[in-house]
């Protein structure tokens, strides 16, 4: 007999030890975010004022930065599944005696753990462009921003389950995760959005952990913050369940 907990530990290994061999996705992964907080919040911070002259717009946009980094590193974690399908290995995944269930959360869990080192690589970068943030609050952030990799996570590995190319899954991800990631309130708060958008707003795990980082390190927030819990962990749940359910029914052609 095969022990469940030994899916799980084979998916979350092979997870993080792929993500690390894959030094072009190591550094692409930090130098992006860089990108956006130098040359996006430097540069609006001298033309921009969304909340008050007493806070700047780099220090409203580091706390979304870091997990919109999250956030768009769980998402790509679909396309290993899609890698899994190419190469074979989604064969032996599916004829294991270990639980479907078990490996797949071991994959989630794997994702989750490499968005959340990226994260904090962020957040030390981020660290020498402002001290008016409170980064002593970085550990909650990041277990906040663990629940949002997993609901994402998990909705990268539904769509790629479903799918046979990487240049497909590349497409509908850009699809969902673009929207998803402007109508967050990562660059501009969420009170300043039209009806239409907040509607996309609300349905975005993103929103609740950007709206909770900002809240913890700035003191600001559009929500209160157990409104965000509680939403953000509503949506976990739908987001899990639902890959729970699409992986358990992939088959291999």
Partial sequence: MVSPINGFIASYYLQVKRFWRSKSRVIGSIVQPVFWMIFFGIGFTKSVRLIGPAVSYIDFLIPGVILMTIFTASFMGGMSVIWDKEFGFMKVVLVSPAPRQMSLLGRIM??????????LIISLVAYPLTSNLNYLAIPIVLGVAFLVSISVSSIGITIASKMRSFEGFGLIVN???????????????????PDWMKIIAYISPLT?????????????????????????SILTIMFVSMALIIFEKTTIE
């Fill in 110 to 119: 794997g994702d989750a753990t490499i968005a959340l080192f990226q994260g």
């Fill in 175 to 193: 699809l969902i995760s673009m929207p998803l990631t402007f109508a967050s309130g990562v660059f501009f708060p969420i009170d300043t959005m």
């Fill in 208 to 232: 609740y952990g950007a709206d909770i980082a900002r809240s913890l390190m700035l003191g600001i927030s559009s929500m209160d913050i157990m409104t965000d819990i509680f939403a953000l």
